[in-house]
């Protein structure tokens, strides 16, 4: 109970240090007039104080909060990003399951999931989409091409550490299962998958903030304006006009980002039974 | 008929290391041999060759009058190693359970094992802990109670007590050899501590290294059942001498 109220005492302190550090900038450089970096002014930095407000404000003359409109927003997003990390966590882990299988296929594999990633989400979204859409168009919603975009950027980390996870095992363990004459199967499912559960959270603590960008990235490739990416693309047109309004999406994309973050947090101490110097 | 029988066996691992060459050993219903000698002298190996988790270069092993291969597939024989090699995140009494489960027994009579097992280690009422809450003598008892617990007629241990302080090693020799003698099972044993396989076999494999080889074979005469008062006997100081001698004989430099 101690330490949680220490470590809510931490997190409201290095907030106020934040806010302290952003507002104190904000200040020199309005005073000093200062154009490096960049020059500092109501719209590259706006108040803080100004983006909260406006979180409470119309965003359109006699419409619902701009609150209101991007927690809807979130809620889109964070169905996208929910199915998309599923996808990536199942899809990922099933992979690093078939790669642990042998040396020879990890070893010819492995250049590729890497390979992967180093071609951008946005180069890809316009092929799965018209490629999902021209095959399941009337079964798949735009939403779910979004998750499975998401999933692509999600089954990496799940990938490369479920691996590392599965090969984890002590090898007297294996030994151990062996004497019993257990097969490939049960050594993979009693002693392998649940060695590979530390650094199966692992991963997911990564793919859980990556789903959200994944799907924020992927809604406007897929027309979709119901959600955070669409919000972002709208504040952007009037980033000039009114900066704290992107700000705002900014704050409450993060904190959703955050949440997920936390959901896999709880579900790892619920899960993941370890000695405590043990948890990878 | 003859629990373990090997004949001829070597072994060469890649690189042209002899860790063994030519031994030839039985083991007959209720011994408890140790094979004792330097580090180096592949007593290790010789027991991964009995349990077939290692195969020889040449030569044979027998268990139970078939392979070593058919007996593991068998489960003719349960493991114990230097390290308990508990699953974190099984509790003690799952721990118990993960051979039962392999053999496919229904819930009900793998409980009623468990419960049996920790009995026999005295363990009763620490089903429900996980494995790093116990100390290292407590975490060694369950690893004996899961090797036992599908009451295999052999039991293989590698150096089981090695990383336990003398005073716990002590209290679970006494407690192994009424375990033995309890389940009427035959052991082999590998220790590198001479009271230890004096206090607890029938028979002593002394082995030496590089190539790694029986050098002599002591038979214990020492009266059954075996207390720890054993261990103030003169013919006990007697036999861990004469098992001495013959792993100096043997080469080894004390």
């Given at each position: 109970m101690r330490a949680r109220a220490e470590r809510g005492a931490t997190f409201l302190a290095v907030l106020g240090v934040l806010w302290g550090a952003w507002e104190g900038w904000r200040w020199i450089g309005t005073h000093f007039h200062l154009t490096w970096p960049f020059t500092v002014n109501d719209t590259t930095m706006p108040h803080l104080h100004r983006i909260v407000q406006a979180l409470f404000q119309p965003a359109q003359v006699n419409g619902p909060s701009l609150l209101h409109i991007l927690l809807n927003a979130s809620a889109f997003t964070a169905k996208e990003a929910v199915l998309g990390f599923v996808l990536g966590a199942v899809g990922g882990f099933a992979i690093a399951v078939v790669l642990s299988q042998s040396r020879f296929l990890e070893r010819g594999v492995i250049p590729y999931v890497v390979a992967s990633q180093t071609i951008p989400l946005l180069a890809i979204a316009p092929m799965v989409i018209v490629g999902l859409e021209s095959k399941f168009g009337g079964t798949l919603a735009a939403w779910e091409c979004v998750s499975v975009l998401a999933a692509y950027l999600t089954f990496f980390p799940v990938t490369i550490n479920a691996l590392r996870g599965l090969q984890s095992a002590d090898p007297q363990a294996v030994e151990l299962m062996r004497s019993y004459a257990?097969?490939?199967?049960?050594?993979?499912?009693?002693?392998?998958a649940p060695a590979s559960?530390?650094?199966?959270?692992?991963?997911?603590?990564?793919a859980a903030p990556l789903a959200i960008v994944g799907a924020i990235i992927s809604e406007p490739s897929a027309s979709i304006q119901g959600g955070l990416g669409g919000a972002i693309v709208n504040f952007n047109q009037y980033y000039s006009i009114e900066p704290q309004e992107l700000w705002a999406t900014n704050?409450?994309?993060?904190?959703?980002?955050i949440v997920f973050f936390l959901v896999v947090v709880v579900a790892e101490r619920t899960i993941v039974r370890r000695a405590p110097e043990n948890v990878a | 008929m003859t629990v373990?029988?090997?004949?001829?066996?070597s072994k060469e691992f890649h690189g042209g290391t002899v860790a063994l060459q030519g031994i030839d050993l039985d083991v007959e219903p209720r011994e408890f041999?140790?094979?004792?000698g330097p580090s180096g002298c592949g007593k290790s190996t010789l027991l991964r060759i009995i349990g077939d988790l290692i195969a020889p270069t040449a030569g044979t092993a027998t268990v139970n009058g078939k392979s070593a291969e058919s007996a593991r597939r068998d489960r003719d024989y349960g493991i114990v190693f230097q390290q308990a090699v508990l699953y974190d995140w099984r509790t003690v009494g799952k721990?118990?359970?993960?051979?039962?489960?392999?053999?496919?027994?229904?819930?009900?009579?793998?409980?009623?094992?468990?419960?049996?097992?920790?009995?026999?280690?005295?363990l009763g009422g620490f089903e429900g802990h996980h494995p790093w809450q116990l100390s290292g003598g407590m975490q060694q008892r369950v690893a004996i109670a899961r090797a036992l617990s599908f009451q295999p007629a052999l039991l293989l241990m590698d150096e089981p007590f090695g990383a336990l302080d003398e005073m716990t090693r002590e209290r679970l020799n006494s407690e192994l050899l009424s375990i033995w003698a309890e389940t009427e099972s035959t052991v082999v044993f590998v220790t590198h501590s001479i009271p230890e396989a004096v206090f607890?076999?029938?028979?002593?494999?002394?082995?030496?290294?590089?190539?790694?080889?029986?050098?002599?074979?002591?038979?214990?005469?020492?009266?059954?059942?075996?207390?720890g008062a054993v261990r103030e006997d003169a013919r006990f100081f007697e036999l861990v001498t004469s098992v001495r001698e013959a792993l100096i004989r043997g080469g080894v430099e004390i």
């Open positions: 257990a097969g490939r199967w049960r050594i993979l499912w009693k002693l392998q559960l530390p650094y199966l959270f692992s991963a997911f603590r990564i704050v409450i994309s993060a904190l959703l980002g | 373990v029988e090997l004949k001829g066996v041999v140790s094979l004792i721990n118990i359970e993960l051979p039962l489960e392999l053999l496919g027994w229904d819930r009900k009579r793998r409980k009623a094992r468990v419960a049996e097992m920790l009995e026999l280690v005295e607890l076999s029938t028979r002593v494999v002394v082995m030496s290294a590089r190539p790694g080889r029986i050098a002599e074979v002591i038979d214990i005469d020492l009266p059954q059942p075996r207390t």
